[in-house]
């Protein structure tokens, strides 16, 4: 095979959604990434039962759209499949810091709670690393933490931010021996921060536990 893969670098434009209004009496901003398969304002509904005048919700949108299903009726959307890893981390990051920017999330960083579910959770954590973003709390809800991050990622934390690690008893992705392998890689990240939360259910997003940590927050 006589070819030759060549990069290039062009301007992009890709969407968010937002979830009521940042006001005077919001408590919470809510950085929530999505899982494979989800589009951003489907998955951003999942927060409805928030205290609109308490809790503002910014879900970014993963690039790689595609139909689910044979119909071809259906759309969804992935952050990373394992080809090109590095180089789409490094697309979405540029992404996720423009979502930042346009949010000035760096005034409101006491109020942020960065929130990742499934797939979502590697990009939330690797966002997190790479831009130090000091947040109010962390969710990891039914994903995997990336292997190559390490607790010197996150020294810049408070020791008082909570990181709670969520998951499904009778969650069809993930075995026993996963479980453990995220809760102690979650102790060597976070330490004494980590908070674990098993949930008796499935693969899901669990909107009770998203309303009791808006609560806690």
């Not at 005077?24 to 927060?47: D, V």
């Not at 139909?67 to 499949?81: D, H, I, N």
Request: aromatic fraction near 12%; charged fraction near 25%.
């Amino acid at each position: 095979m006589n070819q030759t893969e060549i990069e290039i670098s062009y301007k992009t434009i890709n969407t968010y959604s937002t979830k009521n209004k940042l006001i005077k009496s919001t408590e919470n901003i809510w950085m929530a990434f999505h899982g494979m398969g989800y589009l951003s304002r489907f998955f951003i509904e999942y927060f409805e039962g928030l205290d609109k005048e308490k809790n503002y919700i910014i879900a970014p949108q993963a690039p790689a759209k595609y139909y689910q299903g044979k119909g071809y009726k259906y759309v969804g959307a992935s952050w990373l499949t394992k080809e090109k890893t590095l180089l789409e981390t490094q697309n979405i990051l540029k992404y996720t810091a423009a979502v930042a920017e346009n949010e000035q999330l760096s005034r409101h960083l006491k109020k942020l709670i960065v929130f990742g579910f499934s797939q979502g959770v590697s990009i939330a954590l690797r966002w997190i690393a790479a831009a130090k973003v000091n947040c109010k709390a962390i969710v990891i809800h039914s994903g995997g933490i990336p292997k190559e991050l390490t607790a010197e990622n996150f020294s810049f934390l408070s020791e008082k931010t909570p990181v709670y690690l969520i998951y499904g008893t009778q969650d069809e992705y993930i075995t026993e021996e996963r479980i453990q392998t995220e809760k102690e890689l979650g102790n060597k990240l976070f330490g004494n921060r980590l908070q674990i939360i098993p949930f008796e259910g499935k693969h899901i997003v669990n909107t009770t536990l998203i309303n009791q940590l808006a609560d806690k927050s």
